[in-house]
């Protein structure tokens, strides 16, 4: 399947969840108390499917089908067990590169990354199942196709990736503004996650505390920041670089 496709309606939609569908994201309408609403925001709390409660308006923006309060998009791909991943890639000669997405929302910069990835030999991504940004056709154009080249990974909270890749001998760098150390201070030749935050906060601070080591961008200029797929960048070529001598 290359194409998101929406499921209208509360009925539809747990049907679809209980049938093992690859559900992107979830929008219900506010003040919904139904029994099959309720049955439905179970289904979300127990699966960990991202949700956004709006008002009838914005379902409406969203579509003009007969959506009863409740619209759900299938993901476009399938994703991958993290943990079979992770034993796999660890098992090849070559260390392991793994890019951690740390509540990253915009569907673009999560394609622009998605890209880069694929480009600069990262052997899978993690995401969160809620509180990141879904995949959605906007992630897929984006990647010009990358997506379908790379394993992408939900697991419930970055946190648990992250126990699992330090426990399996692979250093955890996040990349933040909240340090001194530079990207170019670490040795990125041994089994390497690099963690990169969202847009506007950075890396979450639960996370940041757990992480081996922190690394920033040096700036040269008036603006103290980068887009987050570009900083991704900067971080995945230094990566490359020193791989590559």
């Known amino acids: 399947m290359s194409k998101t496709t929406n499921i209208y309606g509360t009925r539809a939609i747990i049907e679809a969840i209980q049938a093992g569908k690859e559900i992107g994201k979830i929008y219900l309408q506010k003040g919904l108390s139904n029994p099959l609403s309720k049955e439905l925001e179970k289904l979300i709390r127990e699966q960990g499917i991202s949700v956004s409660y709006v008002p009838q308006e914005k379902l409406y923006k969203l579509s003009?089908?007969?959506?009863?309060?409740a619209i759900a998009t299938i993901s476009p791909i399938q994703f991958a067990e993290f943990e079979a991943t992770a034993e796999a890639v660890l098992a090849a000669s070559k260390p392991g590169l793994f890019l951690l997405?740390?509540?990253?929302?915009?569907?673009?910069?999560?394609?622009?990354?998605?890209?880069?990835?694929?480009?600069?030999g990262v052997d899978a991504i993690i995401?969160?199942?809620?509180?990141?940004?879904?995949?959605?056709?906007?992630?897929?154009?984006?990647s010009a196709g990358a997506i379908f080249n790379i394993p992408i990974c939900k697991v419930d909270h970055i946190k648990d990736a992250l126990f699992y890749l330090q426990g399996s001998g692979v250093q955890v760098v996040a990349a933040t503004e909240k340090t001194e150390d530079s990207i170019y201070d670490l040795d990125y030749t041994t089994?390497?996650?690099?963690?990169?935050?969202?847009?506007?906060?950075?890396?979450t601070p639960g996370v940041l505390k757990?992480?081996?080591?922190?690394a920033k961008l040096p700036m040269a200029g008036t603006i103290s920041s980068l887009n987050v797929s570009?900083?991704?960048?900067?971080?995945?070529y230094e990566v490359v670089r020193q791989r590559i001598k």
Do not use: W, Y
């Open 64 to 69: 003009d089908q007969n959506h009863q309060g």
């Open 101 to 120: 997405l740390d509540q990253l929302t915009d569907v673009r910069n999560f394609g622009a990354i998605i890209r880069t990835a694929v480009c600069t």
């Open 127 to 142: 995401i969160p199942k809620s509180g990141g940004a879904p995949v959605t056709d906007d992630t897929v154009k984006t």
């Open 191 to 203: 089994p390497t996650a690099l963690v990169m935050g969202s847009e506007g906060k950075g890396v």
């Open 210 to 214: 757990l992480v081996d080591h922190k």
């Open 230 to 236: 570009v900083a991704c960048g900067a971080f995945l």
